[in-house]
């Protein structure tokens, strides 16, 4: 029904229009109007997720069909143009090295007159990691990670990583090659999950805050005679002529657990606040918690601004 209706509303209504001399512009545009109207009306109940399940499913499925598969020669070609790398030379030299010093240790241990009573690894290998690592990170991977994110385009990461994994071949050389295209991948991952370190500091600022200042609010709304033992244990814990900062009531926690979880100098009244918190029924197993070196000795937050609720 729908498909009969869009064409006769574009193709006769609004060509109709240009017989209203004069009004033409003004027909088009109430028409315009009404057609938006129906079409939200008509769509503002339909559930696109969905709506749109058959695309995913034609997409998971069709695509890598339709999807042109590259040559065998083109995929021989990409896998092996990494192997001639900048610093072959240089790990062909530390192999040899390397080897060779643990055949000479393997004679020397050959030698010895107790060879009997003393055990010696004589199949020892030499350990090659970081030969292998340094020569890796200096292959010419430009040119193959630009023909992987060419041919797996519109794919997922696990998508593309499959994809690639079935194109190249099952020797030392396609898996040399699929480690590079698994590293590339990881690297874009850890990108766009990067948070920045002052975007950290303030999400965990704003968490300490939100933790205090619920959990003090529910014990103050459940019992408000603790009100006056937080400042009672307050008054106590420093002496009368040092600057402390007491709760006024209810309506003043999010101004004090701001001030005392932004200056040094209000130790006491966070250590008197988590005390309240913890012996309130069920607030221990949550009580908030800072993050310091020792745990006689809390540390402030460093960012003070916070947002309240």
């Given at each position: 029904m729908e498909a009969v209706l869009a064409p006769f509303v574009y193709l006769v209504l609004f060509s109709y229009a240009f017989f209203f001399k004069g009004f033409t512009g003004l027909a088009i545009t109430i028409g315009a109007i009404v057609t938006l109207l129906m079409v939200m009306q008509l769509t503002a109940r339909v559930n696109r997720a969905a709506a749109t399940r058959w695309w995913r499913e034609v997409r998971y499925f069709a695509l890598p069909i339709m999807r042109k598969k590259p040559r065998p020669e083109k995929v021989r070609t990409m896998t092996r143009s990494i192997l001639p790398?900048?610093?072959r030379e240089s790990a062909r030299t530390d192999k040899a090295l390397r080897k060779r010093a643990v055949r000479r240790i393997v004679r020397t241990s050959l030698r010895i007159e107790?060879?009997?009573?003393?055990?010696?690894?004589?199949?020892?290998?030499?350990?090659?990691?970081?030969?292998?690592r340094s020569r890796q990170v200096e292959d010419k991977l430009h040119h193959f990670m630009r023909w992987c994110r060419a041919i797996t385009a519109g794919m997922d990461p696990d998508e593309?990583?499959?994809?690639?994994?079935?194109?190249?071949?099952?020797?030392?050389?396609?898996?040399?090659?699929?480690?590079?295209?698994?590293?590339?991948?990881?690297?874009h991952r850890d990108?766009?999950?990067y948070v920045p370190r002052r975007e950290r500091r303030r999400r965990e600022s704003q968490s300490a805050f939100d933790s205090w200042r619920f959990r003090?609010?529910?014990?103050?709304?459940?019992e408000p005679h603790r009100l006056g033992e937080l400042n009672a244990a307050i008054k106590a814990s420093r002496p009368f002529d040092e600057e402390r900062r007491l709760l006024?009531?209810?309506?003043?926690v999010d101004a004090f657990v701001a001030t005392i979880l932004s200056h040094?100098?209000?130790?006491?009244e966070r250590r008197c606040t988590r005390a309240l918190i913890a012996n309130k029924k069920g607030g221990r197993e949550g009580r908030p918690f800072i993050c310091s070196e020792s745990e006689d000795q809390e540390q402030p937050?460093?960012?003070?601004?916070?947002?309240?609720l």
């Amino acid at each position: 029904m729908e498909a009969v209706l869009a064409p006769f509303v574009y193709l006769v209504l609004f060509s109709y229009a240009f017989f209203f001399k004069g009004f033409t512009g003004l027909a088009i545009t109430i028409g315009a109007i009404v057609t938006l109207l129906m079409v939200m009306q008509l769509t503002a109940r339909v559930n696109r997720a969905a709506a749109t399940r058959w695309w995913r499913e034609v997409r998971y499925f069709a695509l890598p069909i339709m999807r042109k598969k590259p040559r065998p020669e083109k995929v021989r070609t990409m896998t092996r143009s990494i192997l001639p790398s900048k610093n072959r030379e240089s790990a062909r030299t530390d192999k040899a090295l390397r080897k060779r010093a643990v055949r000479r240790i393997v004679r020397t241990s050959l030698r010895i007159e107790d060879f009997e009573l003393t055990r010696h690894d004589l199949l020892r290998e030499a350990d090659l990691s970081d030969v292998v690592r340094s020569r890796q990170v200096e292959d010419k991977l430009h040119h193959f990670m630009r023909w992987c994110r060419a041919i797996t385009a519109g794919m997922d990461p696990d998508e593309a990583l499959g994809y690639v994994r079935g194109l190249l071949p099952k020797n030392l050389i396609g898996d040399h090659a699929f480690v590079h295209w698994e590293i590339e991948l990881q690297r874009h991952r850890d990108a766009r999950s990067y948070v920045p370190r002052r975007e950290r500091r303030r999400r965990e600022s704003q968490s300490a805050f939100d933790s205090w200042r619920f959990r003090l609010h529910r014990v103050l709304a459940c019992e408000p005679h603790r009100l006056g033992e937080l400042n009672a244990a307050i008054k106590a814990s420093r002496p009368f002529d040092e600057e402390r900062r007491l709760l006024l009531g209810i309506h003043d926690v999010d101004a004090f657990v701001a001030t005392i979880l932004s200056h040094a100098q209000y130790d006491a009244e966070r250590r008197c606040t988590r005390a309240l918190i913890a012996n309130k029924k069920g607030g221990r197993e949550g009580r908030p918690f800072i993050c310091s070196e020792s745990e006689d000795q809390e540390q402030p937050l460093v960012l003070p601004q916070f947002r309240h609720l």
